[in-house]
């Protein structure tokens, strides 16, 4: 029977200490704090300090969190040419991002990279492909594939759970104030590429990259021709997905989920960070019986530090990463055509 805590993060978390105990600990820089991730990122970093030395950030601080006090503040230059640094994490706007990874990259240190990665995918492709060949770690920040009831769903489809999965279901919106309605309408693909992004991700992760993509959009507003309510229909061999991004919906937080159907089971997250799902079986798995399983995991208070723990064990050689470059290639070129930027 497979316990229960072998679903939770939380042991992850638990055991970090004890895991890296005698070894030295990882060297690691932020590059830019413009990212809406960015500041979480820096406090997990610093809260895994049994883990990680962070020696320093690029700015601006200006008016950033205070979770960057005291940390050292220079250029990029003096970042990457710190004596024994062996990671960086990317923050910067979307639209710098690659540019400052593929740099890191030339300077040999593995990279965490925030979501979705690039504006461009040849840029994309390129930076990721060249990682891969100086065999270094690109870690992309696409957060729910931490979430302990994402690691569930994953770990049932490796072991055959569902059966052939025939549909997935996905939507993650928000009500964007008019701040968000500037920043996702500048952006090519608004807020599917800048938000739905995530379920794209834990959908390939299942399916693998889809052979069609349709991308719809049905704006609200006139005034302003930000494209705030989208939806793609990724199409497989034998699955249908559909993914829907709607930026004035006001109970989108609450309703953001991701569902799948399979030939011998389903599972239903909601809400999506929430670790509750609703399981359905044709046979009992591990602790789980047939029919309908009501799930509740533990989520870890810190949001990044799963993710941050994995990258340290990545980096100590002791594991690859669960995501390889092929994989986030794909990704991001889905990502753009669900967006309607790539046809």
């Not at 006139?222 to 993914?243: E, G, I, M, R, W």
Request: proline residues 5%; contains cysteine.
């Amino acid at each position: 029977m497979i316990p229960r805590r072998a679903f939770l993060t939380s042991v992850m978390l638990g055991a970090a200490s004890g895991m890296f105990a005698a070894e030295p600990r990882i060297k690691i820089a932020q590059i830019g704090t413009q990212h809406s991730h960015a500041a979480g990122k820096m406090e997990a970093l610093r809260r895994l300090s049994d883990l990680y030395d962070v020696a320093g950030v690029t700015g601006p601080l200006e008016g950033a969190s205070t979770t960057y006090s005291g940390l050292p503040e220079m250029t990029e230059r003096e970042l990457l040419a710190l004596p024994g640094l062996q990671a960086v994490a990317v923050e910067t706007r979307i639209e710098d991002a690659c540019a400052a990874a593929a740099r890191a990259i030339r300077a040999g240190k593995h990279v965490h990279l925030d979501k979705p990665g690039a504006l461009e995918h040849g840029e994309f492709k390129s930076m990721r492909l060249e990682a891969e060949q100086r065999s270094l770690t690109v870690q992309m920040g696409y957060m729910l594939r931490y979430n302990p009831a994402f690691q569930m769903l994953f770990r049932g489809h490796r072991e055959g759970w569902f059966g052939d999965i025939l549909e997935v279901d996905a939507m993650m919106g928000k009500l964007a104030d008019e701040h968000t309605r500037k920043v996702i309408g500048a952006l090519p693909g608004s807020g599917m590429f800048e938000l739905a992004c995530h379920v794209i991700d834990a959908t390939l992760t299942l399916l693998g990259k889809p052979r069609q993509v349709i991308p719809i959009s049905t704006p609200t507003r006139s005034k302003d021709s930000v494209a705030d309510n989208q939806a793609a229909v990724l199409v497989y061999p034998n699955a249908s997905v559909t993914v829907r991004c709607n930026h004035a919906d006001p109970f989108g937080g609450p309703r953001r989920r991701f569902q799948i159907a399979g030939t011998r089971g389903a599972m239903e997250i909601l809400p999506l960070e929430s670790g509750k799902a609703t399981l359905w079986l044709d046979e009992a798995r591990g602790p789980w019986k047939k029919g309908m399983n009501s799930v509740a995991l533990p989520v870890p208070q810190g949001r990044y530090d799963a993710e941050f723990i994995d990258l340290a064990q990545v980096i100590r050689g002791s594991k690859k990463l669960d995501w390889n470059a092929a994989h986030d290639i794909a990704v991001h070129e889905t990502v753009l055509r669900a967006s309607g930027v790539l046809t």
